[in-house]
């Protein structure tokens, strides 16, 4: 018998290896993550995230079903695609876990969140802000004469773009619900 040898510096990729290549490339993907609605059970999944330093850029959780007593977090994270499929496989483990989805990768999902702003201003200032809230259909929930809160609700990158407009204008503080977000379709 003759052994097969390969030269170095040779590719290591063959025509029969074709299974698939996982990149480098950082994406952020959103996790909808069924789970008992109990004391602690938030704690484990957050110390998974932390334990690893992996990042959480949104986090929301309620409880969605009162009778079987289970919540749903939403994490939105950032990771190559082998975290990210570390990160659900872990989160699987987690014995008050139920079930876990990553929406960015099941297909078509619906993503919105909620946010206050608080511009402080006057004169154009003031009618400016109040023509960018129109534009971004943002609504006054509180008025004074120094100041606007407004409520906006909508994607992550629109909330951003208005609170970049607003900036200048005299933003002086920001609340945010974090990512809402459900699968398209009849699933």
């Known amino acids: 018998m003759s052994a097969l040898k390969i030269k170095k510096g040779s590719s290591s990729h063959s025509a029969y290896n074709l299974r698939p290549t996982f990149s480098d490339v950082e994406e952020r993907h959103t996790l909808a993550v069924l789970v008992e609605n109990e004391p602690g059970v938030l704690a484990r ?27 749903r977090i939403t994490i939105v994270t950032r990771g190559t695609p082998q975290i ?3 990160i659900k496989a872990q989160l699987g483990r987690i014995v008050d876990v139920h079930e876990v989805h990553d929406l960015t990768v099941e ?26 809230a129109d534009i971004f259909r943002a609504r006054v929930v ?46």
């Open 142 to 187: 509180d008025s004074t004469l120094s100041s606007f809160v407004f409520e906006i609700t909508g994607t992550p990158e629109k909330i951003d773009a208005l609170a970049e407009l607003m900036r200048p204008l005299g933003l002086t503080e920001i609340a945010r619900t974090g990512v809402a977000a459900l699968a398209r379709g009849g699933k």
């Open 84 to 86: 990210i499929e570390q």
């Open 107 to 132: 297909g078509a999902s619906v993503e919105r969140e909620l946010a206050l702003l608080k511009v402080a201003g006057s004169g154009d200032h003031r009618v400016e802000a109040l023509r960018l």
């Open 45 to 71: 999944v957050i110390g998974l995230f932390s334990g690893r330093g992996y990042n959480i850029d949104s986090l929301t959780v309620a409880e969605v079903d009162h009778l079987g007593h289970r919540s």
